[in-house]
């Protein structure tokens, strides 16, 4: 039998992700699901599989930096009034064009854009602009992961 969050962990790993196993569907989702947090992320297939198997609904966080060959996820909401997307597009328009990349949409109406850097990122949250940057030291919730409030 299949696991979509197992299928979908295993494939971040071939992409050179570390990853974590998060809380099941629920509020839980904000915390790892290891004894040691974001310390216990890992690239080894054989541990994502222990994992889950063992809670085959819980969610996928990638852990970013360093520990995933220099990821940084650009974390773009819209939530609460602030359109984010629309502050990127400013940035944009002032600076010029991000280059083309991976990006996926969140299940609260936002994006997750996805980059490698060659150098320490740290993370940073901007709830004014609705951006935020996750950097060395934290982690994103990926696809197929479901948000608490998905009924």
Known sequence: MS?????AALGYIDLGMSVVILGKHSKETVTAHTPNGLN???RDKSTAADWWTKTPKCNIGIVCGKASDGIVI?????KNGIDGYENMRDWE??????PETAICCTPTGGYHIYYRADREI???????LGIDIRGDGSY???????HPDTK
């Open 3 to 7: 696991n979509k969050f197992l299928d």
């Open 40 to 42: 216990d992320a890992t």
């Open 74 to 78: 650009i974390d773009i909401d819209n």
């Open 93 to 98: 328009r002032e600076h010029g064009d991000m």
């Open 122 to 128: 740290r993370p940073s949250v901007n709830e004014s």
């Open 140 to 146: 994103a919730v990926a696809p197929p992961s479901i």
